[in-house]
């Protein structure tokens, strides 16, 4: 069985700097129930990176 990522979350605003995106566009993901898996810790939105770099692998583009 595989650990756990037990590496810190990454926030809103790293996830906007780590996709390349606006803060917006990790909202409005979150909304519309699309982008990588995120979680409500608190009041904070908060994502493993390896939802992060599973869903980019999954839904990036090949030909970029």
Partial sequence: MNAPDR???A????MAEYLGVP???IY???HKG???RMRKVGRHLKARWSD???WLDSN???AA
């Fill in 34 to 36: 699309t982008g990588p």
């Fill in 7 to 9: 590496r810190p979350l």
């Fill in 52 to 54: 992060i770099d599973a």
């Fill in 23 to 25: 803060v917006k566009t």
């Fill in 60 to 62: 990036g583009d090949a």
């Fill in 11 to 14: 926030s809103v605003e790293e």
């Fill in 28 to 30: 409005a993901w979150r």
